[in-house]
């Protein structure tokens, strides 16, 4: 096995996973109504677990302790895409951040599951069930607001526009992208940004968003190889604030 | 938690019951007697409705309100294992403001109209929310002392006479017993770890103090007279009884982690069983009630920002055209 390739898809699967389980969970106290900040609670804590998961894999494979390696490393270390990084906004950017998303995440683990590498497959095995329900919850307000008054259609509109071109940088390709698909760790993210587009578009078309043509959008790179946009660092810094007041410390 | 505390009692007045109907009233107090739940469809007094919109609307506030002092370390948690349990932990206090709003919803007044109360000022919360929460072991003080406080509030009360908000406590109490080790865990870890963690948690302990003995709300002696609430089971136990027994459980536990109160006052009498203290300042809680405390301002700017950029997803939930999506379709 390519440990090289293998740790950097972890790496990307994980820190996706931990950025946005973060900013998910800065929706307490703020949702539209109380569901929703149970909502993305949940959701939240399903993202932090998974990416916990996946830090232990990377453990396994000789790399430092998950707390060490999610509350120490600065943004230039981070492999997650920028679209997970982008701060919580309002209720219609997070919304449709979460659903483009995580139709790409639930497709991914889904494929995931037949990995060659068995401990990645057994993983993605679970996570898939979970990643069903987030799918669920995003397909729900996407329709149901979607259909409904002017204001939302309009809100949900612009942030679709705004937000595809950072979502198609979740299907940026790293130096080990041959590697990881010729030892079958992965079908590689060419083959699963075509499953998404179809995915996404099945539930688009029930409303009346229109989806933009992804053919002259362009994508918003730089993530996977360690280029942040500036919301990033910031969150690192909140993040392990008290982590960091003592580092011996056991909280 | 997070409720429960104190209930902000308008003065009662027990005249307005002559234009009850002295028989249904005689029945109504004689099922509680025998402690009977009085269920939402049941006849009741205005009185007793009022009083207890009033008490549950304030349980719930305090939870939503309660999540954002927690809620802000949410995003500042060491570690995966702490930042899980404070996400659900503070998920958990969301959640009660969901069911006890929907238990107030059944004596009449709306989720909405409740909101709008808080946001105006019109409706109150628990006081110790309008204190700030400056470092990670402040955090930690709430969810184990406050929590703690209130679950001894809120056991009194799930033996209440309103059978709905019975039911809630019941299911809250189960998720605080949880809140509680969870907040007794990562107390010990700071109390008993490093020497910043220490200083840090003396720190925060020594800064809630105060706020926790005002808690249960003012000595009995100088409340409002609550005769008929005691009777009808609406307030369950006195402020002074559930601050005794606050006192009784903590205290000692407290002090085992080789912690200090800053009361030089505070011992337990040993011949009347009842622990003594310097009297709280009444005045100042009166003051930060009144909305001149450190955050009241901030915490209502919280929840009037989120209430009106959350709107347009209420007016489009409500809109004709809104077509029902089976959430799990």
Not at chain 1, 50 to 71: C, I, K, M, R
Request: charged letters at 25%; glycine letters at 6%; hydrophobic letters at 40%.
């Amino acid at each position: 096995m390519n440990q090289a390739a293998l740790k950097n898809l972890l790496y990307r699967l994980a820190d996706d996973q931990l950025i946005l389980g973060h900013r998910n969970s800065e929706w307490n106290g703020l949702g539209p109504i109380l569901e929703e900040d149970i909502a993305f609670s949940s959701m939240a804590q399903d993202k932090l677990g998974h990416s916990l998961q996946l830090y232990l894999l990377l453990n396994q494979l000789g790399e430092a302790e998950p707390d060490t390696v999610a509350f120490t490393r600065n943004a230039p270390q981070f492999h997650c895409c920028q679209l997970v990084e982008l701060p919580i906004g309002e209720y219609d950017f997070s919304l449709i951040r979460h659903f483009l998303y995580d139709h790409a995440e639930l497709l991914r683990f889904e494929a995931l599951g037949q990995s060659s590498y068995e401990p990645l497959a057994q993983v993605a095995r679970k996570l898939k069930g979970e990643l069903k329900y987030h799918v669920l919850h995003a397909n729900t307000w996407v329709k149901r607001l979607g259909s409904s008054t002017e204001e939302a259609i309009a809100r949900l509109q612009q942030s679709l526009d705004y937000t595809l071109p950072y979502a198609l940088g979740l299907f940026e390709k790293t130096e080990q992208e041959e590697a990881i698909i010729a030892e079958g760790i992965f079908i590689g993210e060419d083959a699963l940004k075509a499953r998404w587009e179809e995915s996404i578009r099945a539930i688009l078309s029930q409303t009346a968003l229109q989806m933009p043509d992804l053919q002259i959008l362009t994508p918003v790179y730089g993530g996977r190889t360690g280029e942040h946009t500036e919301f990033l660092q910031p969150l690192l810094d909140e993040m392990a604030e008290v982590f960091r007041l003592d580092p011996t410390a056991d909280w | 938690m997070y409720g429960g505390g104190n209930t902000f009692e308008a003065p009662v007045k027990a005249d307005g019951l002559e234009n009850e109907d002295p028989i249904l009233l005689a029945e109504f107090e004689a099922r509680i007697a025998r402690g009977e739940k009085i269920e939402p469809s049941d006849w009741m007094p205005a009185l007793y409705r009022k009083q207890l919109i009033r008490m549950i609307e304030q349980h719930a506030h305090s939870e939503i309100i309660g999540s954002l002092p927690e809620g802000t370390w949410i995003t500042r948690a060491p570690g995966f294992r702490r930042k899980m349990a404070q996400m659900a932990k503070v998920q958990d206090e969301v959640g009660h403001a969901q069911l006890l709003y929907s238990a107030a919803e059944t004596l009449g007044k709306t989720r909405e109209q409740m909101l709008s109360d808080l946001i105006n000022g019109k409706s109150k919360y628990s006081n110790v929310f309008n204190y700030p929460t400056p470092t990670w072991a402040d955090s930690n003080v709430i969810s184990w002392l406050i929590d703690a406080g209130a679950i001894v509030n809120q056991l009194a009360n799930a033996k209440g006479s309103y059978g709905p908000y019975c039911r809630a406590l019941d299911r809250i109490c189960a998720e605080e017993a949880f809140h509680l080790k969870y907040g007794h865990d990562a107390v010990t870890h700071m109390a008993t770890g490093t020497p910043t963690q220490r200083r840090m948690m003396q720190e925060a302990l020594n800064r809630w103090w105060p706020a926790i003995m005002t808690f249960f709300g003012p000595a009995d002696k100088m409340s409002t007279h609550t005769e008929i609430l005691m009777r009808w089971k609406v307030k369950m136990a006195t402020n002074d009884d559930c601050r005794q027994q606050f006192l009784d459980m903590y205290v000692p536990k407290i002090w085992e982690l080789g912690l200090t109160l800053p009361d030089p006052n505070l011992h337990k009498n040993e011949e009347t069983g009842q622990w003594e203290f310097t009297e709280p300042d009444w005045e100042d809680f009166k003051r930060v009630i009144n909305g001149d405390g450190p955050c009241n301002k901030e915490r209502l700017a919280v929840r009037r920002a989120a209430e009106e950029n959350g709107a347009w997803v209420r007016r489009a939930l409500l809109s004709p055209q809104a077509k029902y999506v089976k959430p799990l379709a």
